[in-house]
């Protein structure tokens, strides 16, 4: 097939329509020293996830929390925070409209109780929940989806797919007109799901999901930077993300999920699931598509399917990538912290130059 990209590839440079994050985590406070220039030294825009504790619910809470991070952007750097709203058992049709009628909020993340970090306040009955699915889709207000199920007797291996079946699947058909992004996919269950729903169900694909599986996680040991939930999955499922991501189909686009803890909460009995990505993000993708011979097919993921599908416009700027080889760093600190990234240590083939 053609490919219909504007992305000028030669060996060694790209040249691409600057990116957008369609889903990470700031966190708030201190941190957004860091996290923001991290993502705004690439992106232009970014929706922010609303996971905080206590969570952003409320216009007024993600109005606050957007003008934090906006105080975080570096001068003379162009970024626009979208903010997410944390959908609970209590949000209302009244709340979802005045959600629409704010430009900056994006739409509402349904979290199911207990599936992730920070998720105790979310749904815990996706099924009565009906009432506010019918005012977004009515008013265009996309629903975000953590699509795991949190029953104990649900191997976690299995969770995805479950919600699928039981949540997601009837949610998409009976509101046909609701724009959905089942956000962080991990297996093929979800990519045919998407792939076969109607037009206004997308997903976001992460890059550790794209570049690894769960070996890279349980052998040799327990790599705990490379935990996060959805949990990576066995290798046929990441090669079926890793075919959505570069099939050029519109429904699939960039979606970090970068998500800082730090080293001593990461590397503990109990470790916190997340993968801090945000320094490498857009060279992981150039990694992960230059390893499937599809750089060609990365302009679309990156930087137009998810500003299409949001119906915002497509950004103008442009970013240049060059292979020279290097890399990712080790560690980063901040305000006397340290956390260790997503692919610390590791080498990287292609690095933004400007
Ligand atoms: O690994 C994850 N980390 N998955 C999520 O869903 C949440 C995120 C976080 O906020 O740490
Ligand atoms: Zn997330």
Request: glycine share 6%; net charge negative; hydrophobic share 40%.
């Given at each position: ?36 220039p991290a993502t705004a030294r690439v992106f ?33 750097t ?201 320094f ?72 933004v130059?400007?």
């Amino acid at each position: 097939m053609a490919s219909n990209s504007s992305a000028a590839v030669s060996p060694d440079t790209l040249c691409i329509d600057q990116p957008d994050d369609w889903h990470l985590h700031f966190r708030d406070g201190d941190m957004l020293a860091m996290t923001v220039p991290a993502t705004a030294r690439v992106f232009k825009r970014a929706i922010v996830m609303p996971n905080l504790a206590p969570p952003v619910t409320t216009v007024a809470q993600a109005e606050a929390y957007r003008q934090r991070i906006l105080a975080n952007v570096p001068a003379g750097t162009d970024f626009e925070p979208l903010m997410a709203l944390y959908l609970t058992q209590d949000t209302t049709a009244q709340d979802v409209r005045e959600a629409a009628n704010n430009p900056n909020i994006i739409g509402y993340k349904l979290y199911p109780a207990g599936a992730t970090t920070n998720s105790s306040a979310g749904v815990r009955a996706v099924d009565a929940m009906g009432p506010v699915f019918e005012a977004m889709e009515e008013l265009g207000v996309p629903l975000l989806v953590h699509g795991e199920v949190t029953e104990p007797e649900i191997d976690i291996f299995d969770r995805e797919k479950v919600f699928i079946d039981r949540y997601l699947a009837p949610i998409t058909e009976r509101y046909g007109r609701l724009k959905v992004v089942l956000e962080h996919i991990t297996t093929k269950d979800a990519v045919d799901f998407v792939a076969d729903a109607h037009d206004l169900v997308a997903a976001t694909l992460t890059p550790q999901h794209i570049l690894m599986n769960r070996n890279d996680l349980l052998v040799g040991g327990v790599h705990v930077h490379n935990y996060c939930l959805p949990v990576l999955k066995r290798r046929s499922h990441q090669e079926a993300l890793q075919q959505a991501a570069i099939s050029g189909n519109a429904k699939f686009f960039l979606g970090t999920d970068s998500a800082p803890h730090v080293q001593a909460k990461k590397e503990t009995a109990c470790g916190c699931a997340g993968c801090f990505s945000a320094f490498t993000a857009i060279e992981l993708y150039a990694e992960a598509f230059s390893q499937l011979g599809a750089l060609d097919k990365l302009e679309g993921f990156a930087s137009h399917f998810g500003a299409d599908f949001y119906g915002r416009p497509r950004n103008t700027q442009k970013i240049n990538l060059q292979r020279v080889g290097w890399q990712a760093p080790e560690t980063v600190s901040h305000g006397g912290e340290t956390w260790v990234p997503y692919w610390a240590g590791k080498q990287l083939q292609w690095q933004v130059v400007g």
